[in-house]
């Protein structure tokens, strides 16, 4: 097992270095450049050289790719140019970390929460009027676009019937104590029950839209993997021996059916982290996605280069865990 943490450790490492690479070619071969983005109108031949020379951006690509990884190492991303001018970029992710967190728990919550069981239920009752409708859901889930469902959502639950909030994170004017940056967590933790409240409910909208396409995988893949462990012979060995339908259903089903749920479940932390960008702008959820929207269409380089980096390393993270727990579940993977 120990074998195994260290290769992948290994790999995670040679591909944070690589992605490390590719996003430094790729933030200098965007129009403009840092030096226009922070100089903007301002730019002139002298300015811009010694602004050059400061960065060290007249200097070989390696050399400046060298010094890029070590300010990586540091903390040093710079201050940030737009989002929040003069600002620290690793303190703006900081602030702004507890907030994408708090929506993508929430949203992959809900998606395993109905994702597996109607995925194991749909496969158990194949080709009933349930199997049929929850695939049709899961079509809808995936073919309706984030920002639209989004809006749809908005309209019928927050403007037209009043029952939840349009946008933000928390009420304007409710005085909220700040612990975690978790607001519901927050509330909780005061006993502010009535903060803790309005930030569930301002979490509710955006958290479903988010879930969407977690969960429509979710479900597929768990209703493929029970509809192929059912047929295997064990479990019509396990029905002959008289085993109760507990013991085939915990033992036999689920536990070897779960093997690709959970690496699905890991991957969709990647998606939630993208399809945060959409939902926090819809919504005007001040997370990551928000930030680094803003930072793309203002050009804020110093923020885009930690968002991105960040959002790379906690995708890495994420599928390591998920790669030990696979390990865990199923002993044979130690061994590939």
């Given amino acids: 097992m120990l074998r195994f943490i260290v290769r992948r450790l290994v790999q995670m490492v040679g591909v944070l270095i690589v992605l490390s690479l590719l996003l430094f070619l790729w933030l200098r071969s965007l129009p403009g450049g840092t030096v226009s983005a922070i100089l903007g109108e301002r730019a002139t031949p002298a300015s811009r050289a010694a602004m050059e020379a400061q960065f060290g951006l007249d200097q070989p690509v390696w050399v400046q790719y060298a010094k890029f990884v070590g300010r990586v190492l540091q903390g040093n991303f710079g201050p940030s140019t737009a989002v929040l001018p003069g600002r620290d970029a690793l303190d703006i992710f900081l602030q702004r970390l507890p907030a994408t967190i708090e929506l993508s728990l929430f949203a992959l919550a809900i998606a395993v929460a109905l994702g597996i069981p109607l995925g194991y239920f749909a496969a158990r009752r194949k080709e009933t009027f ?14 309706v676009p984030v920002f639209f469902l989004g809006f749809l959502l908005q309209r019928v639950f927050a403007i037209e019937l009043g029952w939840l909030p349009v946008s933000g994170r928390q009420s304007t004017g409710l005085d909220a104590t700040r612990i975690t940056g978790f607001f519901v967590l927050d509330g909780i933790l005061t006993r502010e029950w009535d903060a803790a409240w309005d930030s569930f409910k301002h979490l509710i909208l955006p958290a479903v839209t988010l879930a969407t396409i977690p969960f429509a995988v979710v479900f597929r893949i768990t ?16 029905e002959s021996k008289g085993l109760t339908a507990r013991i085939i259903r915990g033992r036999h089903i689920l536990r070897n059916a779960m093997l690709p749920v959970t690496t699905t479940i890991g991957l969709q932390v990647g998606a939630l982290l993208a399809g945060a960008v959409l939902t926090e702008t819809v919504f005007g959820f001040a997370g990551v996605g928000d930030a680094l929207a803003t930072a793309f269409r203002l050009r804020d380089y110093a923020v885009l280069q930690v968002l ?8 890495v993270i994420v599928n390591l865990l998920v790669d030990i727990m696979y390990a865990v579940i199923d002993p044979r993977v130690r061994t590939r």
Avoid: K, M, Q
């Fill in 308 to 315: 991105i980096l960040a959002a790379a390393g906690i995708y």
């Fill in 130 to 143: 349930l199997d049929n409708a929850s695939v049709v859901g899961s079509l809808i889930g995936v073919a």
């Fill in 223 to 238: 209703r493929a993997s029970v509809l192929e462990v059912l047929d295997e012979d064990y479990i019509r060995t396990a």
